[in-house]
Nanobody
Framework: QVQLVESGGGLVQSGGSLRLSCAASRSIFNNNYMGWYRQAPGKQRELVASISSTTNYADSVKGRFTISRDNAKNTLYLQMNNLKPEDTAVYYC?????????WGQGTQVTVSS
């Protein structure tokens, strides 16, 4: 079964940290590319960070967020430090298998000022 399951979201004060996890099916995780996206209320979904042979970050999170993967656990991570109220959003894990893109159900991150 192809699936992505995010966890780790929550409520945190400005300046705090959270680590998001995404447990992926092996067929998705074996694909070199995976990414984290987020969607704030009333806004379009946007790329936060991606990982393949290199990592890529949105300008708004560079220096604060780190994407990584644990191949032994088929798990993708997003370490988020120095969180700001504008980081409040639902965060989604994204990956591909057999040319088809898949999304997780999302995890809510709320940063209070």
């Amino acid at each position: 079964q192809v699936q992505l399951v995010e966890s780790g979201g929550g409520l945190v004060q400005s300046g705090g940290s959270l680590r998001l996890s995404c447990a992926a099916s092996r067929s998705i995780f074996n694909n070199n590319y995976m990414g984290w996206y987020r969607q704030a209320p009333g806004k379009q979904r946007e790329l936060v960070a991606s990982i393949s042979s290199t990592t890529n970050y949105a300008d708004s999170v560079k220096g604060r967020f780190t994407i990584s993967r644990d191949n032994a656990k088929n798990t993708l991570y997003l370490q988020m430090n120095n969180l700001k109220p504008e980081d409040t959003a639902v965060y989604y894990c994204h990956g591909y298998t057999r040319g088809i893109g898949y999304w997780g159900q999302g995890t809510q991150v709320t940063v209070s000022s």
